[in-house]
């Protein structure tokens, strides 16, 4: 069946492109390696006939996902996987991308607050923002930066964006300045859903642990890791 076509499979076998599934290829050659080459009359791509690589592997998306959210580090996965590191990156960052932001409803209550972890080294702390629905427990939106206004104002403005009708969150002064009074609440324990959250991160995610000698290399990637392991 279409539907279960994927790289691995041989292309000599199906007779179908596997990029647009198109019946109208004709060989185009060899490789080095002397393995046969396809071209697809249909969508003009060309392609090998079989993939030997790891990365072809039908299920590897859904093993990189799995792994993400066990807290395997990106070198353990690739080793896991038996894949190299710069495609295991390259596959997190195009995973990442396909995954389509939560939906925000108005009217709902949300918890804010901010985590600590450090890019490359000790010295170069950075800050997770991020904010969840009260009743549910799901991140509704989060950023990293700096521990300043810009920061926070970020993931602020887009509960604010969704009309929330609560925002609870611990006492740092720059919330007082960017949430408005009427709905800015700073109970004790209403943070409790939020700092659990911050507990469950810092187990799952080894690059958030708070005495660990595991660091992210960069923010663009950690972003990514944080996509999966809250949306996907």
């Not at 647009?20 to 791509?45: D, P």
């Not at 959210?69 to 080793?79: H, M, P, Q, W």
């Not at 950075?126 to 950023?143: E, R």
């Not at 300045?177 to 859903?193: A, D, M, Q, S, W």
Request: hydrophobic content about 35%.
């Amino acid at each position: 069946m279409i539907e279960d076509h994927n790289r691995c499979i041989k292309v000599s076998d199906t007779g179908i492109c596997p990029f647009c599934y198109s019946g109208k290829i004709i060989k185009n050659g060899t490789t080095k390696t002397r393995k046969q080459q396809y071209f697809c009359k249909n969508c003009n791509r060309r392609f090998l006939n079989y993939y030997s690589y790891n990365a072809y592997r039908k299920e590897i998306n859904f093993q990189i996902v799995q792994f993400i959210k066990e807290g395997l580090g990106i070198r353990s996965t690739a080793r896991i996987l038996k894949i190299s590191v710069t495609t295991l990156l390259k596959r997190i960052l195009e995973i990442a991308g396909k995954i389509k932001l939560p939906v925000l409803s108005s009217g709902k209550t949300y918890e804010l607050d901010e985590m600590r972890f450090f890019i490359r080294k000790k010295s170069n702390p950075m800050w997770l923002a991020y904010a969840i629905d009260k009743k549910t427990k799901t991140v509704a939106t989060f950023y990293l930066g700096r521990r300043n206004s810009r920061t926070l104002n970020t993931v602020v403005k887009t509960i604010l964006n969704a009309k929330a009708i609560q925002i609870f969150t611990d006492k740092l002064k720059n919330y007082q300045y960017l949430i408005p009074k009427e709905i800015h609440k700073t109970k004790r324990y209403e943070t409790n859903g939020i700092e659990r959250k911050n507990l469950s991160i810092r187990t799952h995610l080894r690059r958030f642990s708070r005495k660990t000698i595991c660091f992210g290399k960069s923010t663009t990637v950690t972003t990514a890791i944080l996509k999966i392991y809250f949306w996907s």
